[in-house]
């Protein structure tokens, strides 16, 4: 006999786990209000919108939000091109080494992102290469690729190779075959990989850190505003804008993902 305590336990202890993930996060919308200045006191002395104007006006922190923009767009753009070619390349070419070449295409994004700091630093500085913002977009489009990769690579192994098979049977080119075929079923895939390459390459600190330079991404910014706190309430009306513009895509992404799931081939 099942027991009818279990579901409300389990109940219990997913909405403990989601408390436990964001009532963090709540406390950055509640402190982005606050009148104190100089420390998190809780419960806040009193509120004000003052904040969102100051941060308005602060020519730097629109600096490092265009920067970031451009980051992120450019790395997610390389990111879908070549994601997207490797995971062609490895569903449906057959060659010696593929499942240790798909391996080598996951690594990066498994490896902590310090390691792939220091890894991108040394070859700058090997190359002579002087930091700028393409340093931060080939730091970004390294683990940004894998999202992407991964997204399309799931896909391809759910379209069905007959109907590639039957394009080019009935005359049309690879260019065609591609356009009409290949495209159509991974669209999706390739749509929520590039808002999750987005949203992680917008928020990323660690990889930016060792190749920006003097360079101040958004979210470099609100480190070095918590190193020297000085209007700690503008750092948390910056996060509720980085919390918006990540949250965005991932949930676009989500969706996505949930809705190719029904549409996508079965290959055989």
Request: net charge positive; with cysteine.
């Amino acid at each position: 006999m099942r027991s009818e305590g279990s579901p409300l336990l389990l109940k219990i202890a997913a909405l403990a786990c989601v408390a436990f993930l964001h009532v963090p996060l709540l406390l950055i919308f509640l402190y982005a209000f606050t009148t104190e200045e100089k420390s998190f006191q809780f419960p806040p002395p009193g509120y004000t919108t003052k904040w969102f104007g100051v941060v308005w006006e602060r020519q730097d922190i629109w600096d490092a939000i265009g920067l970031s923009v451009k980051v992120a767009s450019i790395a997610t753009f390389l990111a879908l091109i070549l994601g997207t070619c490797a995971a062609a390349a490895i569903s449906r070419a057959k060659f010696f080494g593929r499942d240790h070449i798909s391996l080598l295409f996951i690594l990066p994004i498994a490896l902590p992102g310090i390691v792939t700091g220091i890894a991108l630093r040394s070859a700058f500085g090997i190359m002579d290469i002087p930091f700028s913002t393409w340093t931060i977009v080939l730091g970004h489009t390294t683990f940004c690729m894998v999202v992407v990769y991964n997204n399309v690579l799931a896909r391809f192994r759910r379209t069905s190779g007959s109907m590639i098979e039957a394009s080019m049977d009935l005359g049309a080119d690879g260019f065609q075959t591609f356009r009409y075929v290949v495209l159509p079923q991974i669209a999706s895939a390739l749509l929520a990989g590039g808002m999750l390459a987005f949203a992680l390459s917008f928020d990323e600190v660690i990889v930016t850190t060792f190749t920006a330079g003097q360079q101040s991404t958004l979210p470099i910014w609100m480190l070095n505003e918590l190193i020297r706190p000085r209007q700690r309430p503008i750092t948390n009306v910056v996060a509720i804008f980085v919390i918006a513009v990540t949250f965005i895509p991932i949930l676009a992404a989500y969706y996505l993902t949930r809705e190719g799931e029904h549409t996508g081939g079965v290959g055989k």
